[in-house]
């Protein structure tokens, strides 16, 4: 059985900078997860470990 591919230390890819402020694993604009899933959402990429965070907000702009 063929196994699936792998992705090499080099092509896994980091999470610099994400806007989803309400996420619960958004440190001011950082990624703190240990990994994520990236999907296909109609004609853009979702992010499937999104996780609404219901203890903290941050008021952007303001
Ligand atoms: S899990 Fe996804 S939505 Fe949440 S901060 Fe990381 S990249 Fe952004």
Do not use: W
């Not at 853009?44 to 008021?59: I, M």
């Amino acid at each position: 059985m063929e196994q699936p591919p792998v992705a090499s230390k080099a092509a896994q890819g980091l999470v610099l900078r994400c806007t989803a402020v309400d996420c619960a694993y958004n440190e001011k604009f950082r990624c703190i997860a240990e990994h994520v899933v990236i999907i296909r959402h109609q004609d853009h990429a979702d992010c499937s470990t999104y996780t609404e965070n219901t203890h903290k907000v941050y008021r952007v702009g303001m």
